[in-house]
Nanobody
Framework: QVQLVESGGGSVRTGGSLRLSCENS????????FGWFRQVPGKEREWVAA???????AYADFVKGRFTMSMSNTKNAVYLQMNNLRPDDTAVYFC?????????????WGQGTQVTVSS
């Protein structure tokens, strides 16, 4: 059983920081990768960062140098440290956890957490 619980969203001013958390509150499961995505109303969900459980994170160009993704030692939780936030970072942020690999990939999503950045 996988249940991803996100936390850490909130409202900050331009230049501020937030740290998002995504933890599996279900029974421990083996994940092959994690990702962070974001979505604003009327737009498609967009990829922010991702990592496999054995590799280094990769980032979308618009967050490189500002956001850092990390993973717990248990590989059951991921975090997104967001620095130097801008108003266009405002969105609902979702975490994603993958089990297995294509063609047997199973994807799990968190409920989302709101991040609002004001100027």
């Amino acid at each position: 059983q996988v249940q991803l619980v996100e936390s850490g969203g909130g409202s900050v001013r331009t230049g501020g920081s937030l740290r998002l958390s995504c933890e599996n509150s279900g029974t421990t499961s083996s994940f092959t990768g994690f990702g962070w995505f974001r979505q604003v109303p009327g737009k498609e969900r967009e990829w922010v960062a991702a990592t496999s459980t054995y590799g280094a994170p990769a980032y979308a160009d618009f967050v490189k140098g500002r956001f850092t993704m990390s993973m717990s030692n248990t590989k059951n939780a991921v975090y997104l440290q967001m620095n130097n936030l801008r108003p266009d970072d405002t969105a609902v942020y979702f975490c994603r956890a993958d089990q297995g690999q294509s063609p047997n990939l199973v994807i799990h999503w968190g409920q989302g957490t709101q991040v609002t950045v004001s100027s």
